[in-house]
């Protein structure tokens, strides 16, 4: 059964950081696309950024320059590196796997609450 397990949220004060990581098992994961998405209360799930299974990587506006995402093939892991972290940063992080022929999966989800 495919495992994508998200951990590294918690409670941070404006302009802290956190590092979001994201265990894999049970798929090749070298050939997925890797995105974190986030949903806060009563908005829809945004994508927040996306590494290619080629490395290159992709940024909502509201993140870039705040956010890094990065792969480890060899870990089967995928991070999310978050500074400068804002009040609407808080949300439910999700990490996403998909492959255009073999579909997507999601993980559990981690909260990250960014307040004073």
């Known amino acids: 059964q495919v495992q994508l397990v998200e951990s590294g949220g918690g409670l941070v004060q404006p302009g802290g950081s956190l590092r979001l990581s994201c265990a894999a098992s049970?798929?090749?994961?070298?050939?997925?696309?890797m995105s974190w998405y986030r949903q806060a209360p009563g908005k829809e799930r945004e994508l927040v950024a996306l590494?290619?299974?080629?490395?290159?990587?992709t940024y909502a506006d509201s993140v870039k320059g705040r956010f890094t995402i990065s792969r480890d093939n060899a870990k089967n892991t995928v991070y999310l590196e978050m500074n400068s972290l804002k009040p609407e940063d808080t949300a439910v992080y999700y990490c996403?796997?998909?492959?255009?022929?073999?579909?997507?999966?999601w993980g559990q989800g981690t909260q990250v609450t960014v307040s004073s």
């Open positions: 996403n796997a998909r492959h255009s022929v073999y579909g997507e999966y």
């Open positions: 049970r798929f090749t994961f070298s050939l997925y696309v």
């Open positions: 590494a290619s299974a080629g490395g290159s990587t």
